[in-house]
DNA sequence: AAAAACAATAGACCATGGTCCATGGTTTGG
DNA sequence: CCAAACCATGGACCATGGTCTATTGTTTTT
């Protein structure tokens, strides 16, 4: 598929999509058969684009998902690979207790609020 | 104390602690009281400190903090801060739950990885 | 074949969140 | 008293991650 229907299918805008492509998150294929220059993508980099996506969201740095990216795909060293992904994974464990601790905290202060309320 | 302190004992560089309070993240108290300017902080403001740091490490914005510090100290309407703060809550545990599918799928790799070493 | 829709590229632009620097005032310790 | 250490301010600077624009080329659609 050509990046439009990518784009609308990913949710992602054409330039996020060259720019992750740019940063080697994800490869077009056969842009250079003919005529004219256009990328073109398989239905798999739509999946790619989709964890790229979530991963994104939740902060992963372009730099580090191209680590990841790579490590998955490219490869030669499998156990390598492996090491990356479950740093990323350990990292991502800390990150969510990081989040339910600052939870813990605002779950304090809205108690605190609540008392307030309710005391006087 | 003064800001060279609240540096030291909250981890965050001056100038970083000097651009929260610009942002209203933090307050300096006494600066005004006679011959410097200089800031002057109470034991609190390190604690709001530590929370705000941990908060910003988590991915939430200046912005975001500057509301949920405003709710929790200036806002004359407690049930608007409670829901602010609730708000927020909910956000960070939607959070987690996208950060869980991320390991999810990265685990899903591993596996794949792990099942490519063992299979040949 | 001509217009409309789509694609490429490069570069400008923007927001966010910090850091660094220059300048100048204040404190403090020896 | 005087140097070192500290503080303030404003503006420059930086990285990251994206968006927007202009220009030009390719398809599609009618």
Redesign the interface.
Known sequence: MKIGELSERSGLSRDTIRLYEKNGLIASSASKSATNNYREYGEDVLLQLQ?VG??R????SIADLRE?MKA?FDSGD??E??KV??A??AE??V??A??????S???A??GK??S??DGL
């Open positions: 964890f979530s991963a969201d939740v902060g992963i990841l998955f499998p156990s690979a492996e992904m479950v990323k994974v991502l464990k990150r969510i990081q989040i339910e601790n600052v939870i905290f605002l779950d202060a809205i609020v609540r307030g309320l």
